[in-house]
């Protein structure tokens, strides 16, 4: 059963405010990925925000390294056993993969607990959050500190714009889906390469507003690569999107993710 739910007006730093109506079913599921590891693999870590403890999952990759990582950040879910998948397939990959646990332990069951969670998660907290997690993985002797990078999906997508934003040193970033920033003063303070991958018939990350980010940010210098997939709306690489969930379109997702990480990264 598919369920609907009108989002009211999200406000994040650097972002145009938007409406939106997203179409997901409730229960999480996995998205492939070849030779995966388990989802329980990830090791449970932490490190300071501010005043307060963060807490995630890391997921390493095999070898002493050092090795490239990634920040992996989660849907308006939580973190859950999706998103938890996609770290794992990132450490398959050869990824110090750290995924951050925005929500401090909640993760929803059903559209409306998640959208209170949502917005219960104060932006500059979450930012603030998600810096913390890339200088955490700065700190570790496996990861090399000039190629660290972010990915996410949905709420994580703005998130991890954002977090481009705000971490000047972050190299490369795939937003997909996620919330788009216009504002050249923003835009001038990134400095990672950005990746972005969004639906046609998303009716919240509009394909105009692709279109301006994209010119935006080439106007400013900055390397982007945008796709929009003319079927596909909001949240297609999710199989959990029952009616939504585009594989063909998910994988040629991934696997721009995959070249524009090996790019970037490795």
């Not at 009108?6 to 650097?14: C, E, M, V």
């Not at 890391?58 to 996609?86: F, R, S, T």
């Not at 977090?163 to 001038?188: F, K």
Request: aromatic share 8%; with cysteine; net charge positive.
């Amino acid at each position: 059963m598919k369920r609907h739910l009108h989002l009211s007006r999200i406000a994040i730093p650097g972002l145009i405010s938007l409406k939106f109506t997203v179409a997901l079913l409730i229960l999480p599921a996995l998205l492939a990925w070849p030779a995966l590891a388990s989802a329980q693999d990830g090791r449970q870590v932490s490190f300071r925000s501010g005043d307060e403890t963060v807490h995630g999952l890391l997921y390493l990759p095999a070898g002493a390294g050092p090795h490239p990582a990634l920040v992996v950040i989660h849907e308006w879910w939580g973190l859950n056993d999706w998103v938890k998948e996609q770290a794992a397939g990132w450490a398959r990959l050869g990824y110090v993969a750290l995924a951050v646990d925005l929500y401090r332990g909640p993760v929803a069951t059903d559209m409306e607990q998640a959208h209170e969670l949502m917005r219960g998660l104060p932006q500059d907290r979450g930012v603030r959050d998600l810096a913390a997690a890339a200088n955490y993985l700065r700190s570790r002797k496996d990861v090399e500190r000039a190629k660290i990078g972010a990915v996410g999906w949905c709420m994580g997508g703005g998130f991890a714009l954002q977090l481009a934003i705000a971490d000047p040193a972050l190299r490369a970033v795939a937003v997909n889906y996620g919330a788009l920033a216009t504002d050249p003063a923003a835009l001038a303070r990134i400095h990672a390469a950005v990746l972005g991958n969004f639906g046609g018939q998303d009716m919240g990350i509009t394909p105009a507003s692709v279109e301006a980010f994209t010119a935006a940010m080439r106007k400013l210098g900055k390397s982007v690569n945008t796709k929009i997939y003319p079927d596909a709306g909001h949240a297609f690489e999710n199989p959990a999107n029952q009616g939504g969930y585009r594989p063909a379109d998910t994988a040629d997702a991934q696997r721009r993710m995959r070249q524009f990480f090996a790019r970037t990264l490795q």
